[in-house]
């Protein structure tokens, strides 16, 4: 079973006309998993993560500065290409939140995986920063939350996004218990992600891909490299960064991904969680901008998971 966390005000996050992380990339997503072949999801709202919860990865003033800057109206900019709206900080809370209570559902055993249908995305977002449409780093919120309430000892965070996962990148290398591994587009935004970075404890796995590879390479990546470190490291809790932007029709990069690719990889991981833990998996949507490539790919993920 498959359970899917949402909230209606993570559409009301509003980066501005013309921005690519506009409202309607929610909006497809959670229409495509309307459609009758998605009957069987189980649908929950998720709550506002807690400032407790947020500052376990995120430095605490950080937090406060950038609540206290959300606009009364009008929007304030974080970032070169990070901007909130009066929503934003509720957003963010709220995506963050999903990631919580996903692991909590998973972790007790009400589900063996969950989608977090969420937005603003995270894995961009520093210790200390806001950056790359990011706020909050939702799925590293799960992570810490896993271990902290759950205990869980080895969380692999894989991000299939093509942008590399700086932010996570940063707060899984200090922490061994921490497997982080990323295939994207290299070199390219946001510039990190070479095969030297490595993490303080020998726990992050970056497996970078060039402009214009496409299934085949994406799938090398996963089967020489990922998964055989997935396999190593054992975990006992499997966290996605879900971006759906290595789509060859996605405006922001050129990767040559298509549907199938991401079904695939689904299915794979899937595999490396059944091994070690029980198929548990969380699952968060990160990036993915046109939007029909974007409700596909989307689509595509949940249908593997729900068939768990
Ligand atoms: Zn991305």
């Given at each position: 079973m498959t359970i899917l966390f949402s909230h209606p005000?993570?559409?009301?996050h509003n980066p501005g006309?013309?921005?690519?992380?506009?409202?309607?990339r929610l909006e497809v997503v959670l229409n495509a998993l309307n459609q009758p072949e998605f009957a069987g999801l189980k649908r929950r709202m998720a709550k506002p993560a807690t400032a407790e919860q947020i500052t376990r990865v995120h430095d605490a003033g950080h937090v406060l500065a950038l609540l206290e800057s959300v606009p009364k109206d009008g929007f304030t900019r974080v970032d070169a290409d990070t901007v909130m709206s009066p929503a934003s900080g509720d957003a963010a809370l709220l995506a963050a939140g999903a990631a919580i209570a996903a692991v909590d559902a998973v972790m007790k055993g009400e589900t063996a995986n969950a989608f977090c249908a969420v937005r603003p995305p995270g894995h961009h977002a520093e210790p200390d920063r806001a950056m790359g449409f990011c706020l909050f780093n939702s799925v590293a919120v799960g992570a810490a939350h896993a271990e902290a309430v759950h205990g869980v000892k080895r969380i692999a965070i894989v991000d299939f996004d093509v942008h590399h996962g700086n932010g996570t990148q940063t707060m899984a290398s200090g922490r061994a218990n921490w497997l982080y591994a990323s295939t994207h587009q290299y070199p390219y935004y946001p510039g990190t992600g070479s095969?030297?970075?490595?993490?303080?404890?020998?726990?992050v796995v970056n497996a970078p891909l060039a402009a214009r590879d496409g299934g085949a390479e994406f799938r090398a990546a996963y089967n020489e490299v990922i998964i055989p470190a997935l396999d190593r490291f054992r975990p006992e809790l499997l966290m996605l960064s879900a971006?759906?932007?290595?789509?060859?029709?996605?405006?922001l990069a050129t990767l040559m991904l298509e549907e199938d690719d991401f079904a695939w990889v689904t299915e794979a991981l899937m595999g490396v969680a059944n091994r070690h833990c029980g198929g548990r998996i969380v699952s968060l949507l990160e990036g993915g901008y046109d939007l029909n490539a974007l409700a596909a790919s989307a689509a595509a993920h949940v249908r593997v998971l729900m068939a768990a």
């Open positions: 005000t993570c559409g009301f006309l013309g921005h690519p992380e506009k409202p309607e095969v030297r970075e490595r993490g303080e404890y020998d726990n971006g759906f932007d290595g789509h060859f029709r996605d405006p």
